[in-house]
Each structure stands twice: as structure tokens, then as C-alpha cells.
Nanobody, 117 residues
Framework: QVQLVESGGGLVQPGGSLRLSCAAS????????MNWYRQAPGKQRELVAG?????????ADSVKGRFTISSARDNAANTVYLQMNSLKPEDTAVYYC?????????WGQGTQVTVSS
């Protein structure tokens, strides 16, 4: 079992920054990639960014150059960060941490990000 706990969401003005965190605990040895997804009202959930155990990253075109994903790992936990800069109103969504394993895919509870003046 893997537990994912997100934090760091909130309300920010356009052009501002936020940093999201996702702490993974439990059977973290089974995780080979961690992703951030987001879902805006009335829209499908979409991939925002991902990072593999080897440090390879990927980003949605809409966030390239503005968002940065990184990770920190020790024996007990794996924490993934999403640094979000130059935020736009269209970035408003619930952001979810995601960790696929060979057995199942785990999701966090989500954290709300609202970009508004």
C-alpha cells in the first residue's frame, strides 16, 4: 500500500507562484514514476507533469517553462514537488498526486489551486 498526501494549494493572483508537495509513504519501493494531474470544473483530468525514479521529467505543453517538478527520496518516504510560477487563471483546478505501480495506481486526495485577482 502507498499513501499520498498533498499540500500547498491555495489562492494566488495571476502571475504569482505556489509550490505543491506530495508525500508518498508505505511501499514506496514499488513506485517507478510520480505524476501531478489536475482537473478543472467541467473538464477531464489531465496530466501536468511527471518524474521517474531516475529523474526524467515530462510536462504538459501548457505548463512548460512555468512549472517544475522535482523529488526528494529517503528510505521512508518519497516527496514530489511542483513549483508553479507565472500562474494563470486557466491553471485553476484541483491538483492530484498520482503514483502508478505494477499492481495498481494510487491517487492523493487533491489540493485546490485557485488563480484569481
Amino acid at each position: 500500500q502507498v499513501q499520498l498526501v498533498e499540500s500547498g494549494g491555495g489562492l494566488v493572483q495571476p502571475g504569482g507562484s505556489l509550490r505543491l508537495s506530495c508525500a508518498a509513504s508505505g511501499s514506496i519501493f514499488s513506485i517507478y514514476i510520480m505524476n501531478w494531474y489536475r482537473q478543472a470544473p467541467g473538464k477531464q483530468r489531465e496530466l501536468v507533469a511527471g518524474i521517474t525514479n531516475g529523474g526524467t521529467t515530462r510536462y504538459a505543453d501548457s505548463v512548460k517553462g512555468r512549472f517544475t517538478i522535482s523529488s526528494a527520496r529517503d528510505n521512508a518516504a518519497n516527496t514530489v514537488y511542483l513549483q508553479m510560477n507565472s500562474l494563470k487563471p486557466e491553471d485553476t483546478a484541483v491538483y492530484y498526486c498520482n503514483a502508478p505501480t505494477h499492481v495498481r495506481t494510487y491517487w492523493g486526495q487533491g489540493t485546490q489551486v485557485t488563480v484569481s485577482s
